[in-house]
Nanobody, 125 residues
Framework: QVQLVESGGGLVQAGGSLRLSCAAS???????MGWYRQAPGKQRELVAD???????NYLDSVKGRFTISRENAKNTVYLQMNSLKPEDTAVYYC????????????????????WGQGTQVTVSS
């Protein structure tokens, strides 16, 4: 069974910090994991992602404030969020790109994108 379980969201004052975690299960391999967010009435946007090789990518507005990291052996990705701003308020979703253990049985397994259920981050002013 494939699961992406997020944790660590909550309410914090502007300037504060939160650390999000996402634990993935049911994968044979995961090549990329990341965090997206979606504010009410807004489109979902990429916040940060990281490849299995450690290459990272960040949304411009979070550069210097957020740090994504990954423990490949644990299939877990983290998002350390510092200097939070009210505009960071959103539901944050974990995603993973990889091959599940079930899909690996196929003749030609293909990577797919999987999503967690999201965790709410609220930053007060």
């Amino acid at each position: 069974q494939v699961q992406l379980v997020e944790s660590g969201g909550g309410l914090v004052q502007a300037g504060g910090s939160l650390r999000l975690s996402c634990a993935a299960s049911g994968f044979l391999r995961i090549n990329q994991m990341g965090w997206y967010r979606q504010a009410p009435g807004k489109q979902r946007e990429l916040v940060a992602d990281i490849t299995s090789g450690g290459n990272t990518n960040y949304l411009d507005s979070v550069k210097g404030r957020f740090t994504i990291s990954r423990e490949n052996a644990k299939n877990t990705v983290y998002l350390q969020m510092n200097s939070l701003k009210p505009e960071d308020t959103a539901v944050y979703y974990c995603n993973a790109v990889g091959i599940t253990t079930a899909q690996a049985m196929a003749v030609m397994p293909l990577e797919r994108v999987y999503w967690g259920q999201g965790t709410q981050v609220t930053v007060s002013s």
